[in-house]
């Protein structure tokens, strides 16, 4: 079956840096989003990992090992507009995007 | 970069009457276009896979004769949902693709539809 594995929930302070894990179980595989989901809105465009390695993009940057199944995404300099839901959502052989339920990140000052 | 909004952002009717909700993509065109629904506190569930000109498909358990999906053009797609029932009160998000199968899909700012 197909699986998505991220923590429910984290708590960061401000100013630091959290990485929020994420490890996915799909029938074949075409690359990983992350997207930024605050509550009650749609989700944002965050990242997109086809090859392992690390892809940076200003505060965010996000992390890919196939053979693991495993990806991360880091966000630093925290600020209380960070404070969302991150999900991670791989594409699977059909190029469909598999959903979790997401890990709500809480900035505290 | 490009947009797609939705439309209404939110609406109530009552139960048995019909809703229809719009997805446009603003300023590119929209080979593919997607529709979502949300719980709270869950993962966004997908709906149907829309393309421009042809029939929706629709994901294993969505009723496709409750839940009318029509893409008439490459910047138009509607989400119409026929006598609704409170169990169908939700966050419906619509999302459109450009080009390749793996593009990034840009997402509507969703329709929280209530049904009382």
């Known amino acids: 079956g197909q699986n998505i594995d991220q923590p429910t929930e984290m708590t960061a302070t401000e100013g630091a840096i959290v990485q929020i894990n994420c490890t996915y179980q799909t029938s074949g595989f075409n690359g990983l989003f992350w997207y930024q989901q605050h509550a009650g809105e749609a989700p944002t465009f965050l990242s997109y990992?086809?090859l392992d390695g690390l892809e940076e993009k200003g505060r965010f940057s996000s992390f890919l090992s196939r053979s693991k199944g495993y990806s991360y995404l880091l966000l630093k300099e925290l600020q209380m507009k960070d404070s969302a839901s991150y999900l991670c959502a791989p594409l699977d052989s059909n190029y469909q995007l598999i959903w979790g339920a997401g890990t709500k990140l809480i900035i505290k000052p | 970069g490009a947009v797609v909004s939705q439309h209404p952002s939110r609406v109530i009717c009552k139960s048995g009457t019909s809703v229809k909700i719009e997805c446009r993509s603003l300023d590119f065109q929209a080979t593919t276009m997607f529709w979502y629904r949300q719980f709270p506190k869950k993962s966004l569930m997908l709906m149907a896979t829309s393309n421009e000109g042809s029939k929706a498909t629709y994901e294993q358990g969505v009723e496709k004769d409750k839940f009318l999906i029509n893409h008439a053009s490459l910047t138009l797609s509607t989400l119409t949902v026929t006598s609704a029932h409170p169990e169908d009160s939700s966050f419906y998000i619509c999302s459109a693709s450009a080009g390749t199968s793996e593009s990034e899909q840009y997402f509507g700012p969703g329709t929280r539809l209530t049904v009382t």
């Open positions: 990992n086809v």
